[in-house]
Every structure is written in C-alpha cells, then in structure tokens.
C-alpha cells in the first residue's frame, strides 16, 4: 500500500525531571517551548501521580469518548507524539462536543488549544491500588506527593522527549474533521 511519508532525524533526546505537584501536560508543553521542539515524540512519562484526568473510550457517550478522574497516588507511563495545532481554515471550527471546556486543553483529547499552538497525543495509563486506566492524557494530571504527602521541588517523575527535525506534524482540523497530517519542515 502506498502511504504518505516523510522522513526526519532525531535531533536529541531531552531527559527532564518534573517537580511535585506540577501539571503533566503543562510541564510537556513547557519542556517542548523552552528547547525549541515543534515536532517530537514522548518516549516516555514515567513517576506517579496525585490524580490523573483522561479523555477515553466511551460507548455511548457523544462521539463515543468520555473523560475520566482518577484519585491517586498513582503509578504511570505515558507515550505519544508531539507537533502543532493546525487550523488553515477558521470559519471551520470544531464541533462543541470536542473543543476546550473551562478544564479540558485543546479539541477534546487532542491537546491543543488553537492554530500553531502546542499538539501533545499522549497516551497514559495509570494504576493505583484498586483501578487501572488508560486513556488520552489533559490537564489536571499532577505530579505526586514524597510518601508523606509532602510537596519537594525534586521528585522521581522523569519524561524523555526526542526533539525530530526535518518534519512537522500538523493536528489539523478543517472541513473534512480531524487528522494528523505530516509535511517537510
């Protein structure tokens, strides 16, 4: 099958260490901003959390997904891809069953909040004691507590991004819906 492809290189690969208490998906989008990543991959998410919200499969909900709110403490890992948010057209906005609420980032699971914007699809699974998830990661995940419920600066939960040059991948939402869409950079 002929598929549409478009090759880049590994730039480097960024080890970053998260602190308490902070937003996953914020402290991604920060990580990315201040080393100049636009287009990427989340090799890994690896610590616990203090809670986790994810956006997941959801038979019978609108649009088949759902999102979900779990306590923690929880152990986690996470991978996924990172590029930009694309919208070439904006008289073409996303349905409001999929764009940002008041607590939710970017078109539903997406990830971004608008054109040439940060685009994360991050898929986390976390366990903690009586429940496993796994789902697209949103704001409001936050990085866990020591085990005496205590906020440090220095935690255990470390992300490893490698920074792709050569490539961009757009998040693109027009008239025909969402995909992801691959172009030389």
């Known amino acids: 099958m002929k598929r549409h492809m478009v090759s880049g290189k590994i ?6 260490q998260l602190a308490r208490g902070e937003d996953l998906l914020r402290a991604l989008w920060d990580i990315c901003k201040q080393n100049n990543v636009k287009t990427g991959i989340l090799l890994d998410a ?11 499969l959801s038979p019978g909900a609108i649009y088949g997904i759902d999102f979900a709110e779990i306590p923690g403490p929880l152990e986690v890992s996470a991978h996924g891809v990172i590029g930009m948010g694309w919208i070439p057209d904006k008289s073409v906005p996303p349905p409001p069953g999929i764009s940002r609420s008041s607590y939710d980032t970017g078109f539903g699971g997406a990830g971004f909040e608008g054109h040439e914007t940060p685009y994360f699809h991050v898929h986390i699974t976390a366990t903690s004691a009586s429940q496993t998830i796994c789902g697209h990661l949103l704001e409001g995940s936050h990085v ?3 085990d005496k419920g205590e ?35």
């Open 144 to 146: 866990g507590r020591d």
């Open 46 to 56: 690896t610590g616990a959390l203090d809670q986790v919200r994810v956006h997941k």
């Open 11 to 16: 730039e480097e690969v960024i080890y970053a």
């Open 151 to 185: 906020l440090h600066a220095r935690s255990h939960f470390t992300v490893a991004i490698a920074k792709v040059s050569g490539v961009i991948l757009r998040a693109t939402w027009d008239k025909s819906g969402f995909y992801h869409d691959v172009v030389r950079a």
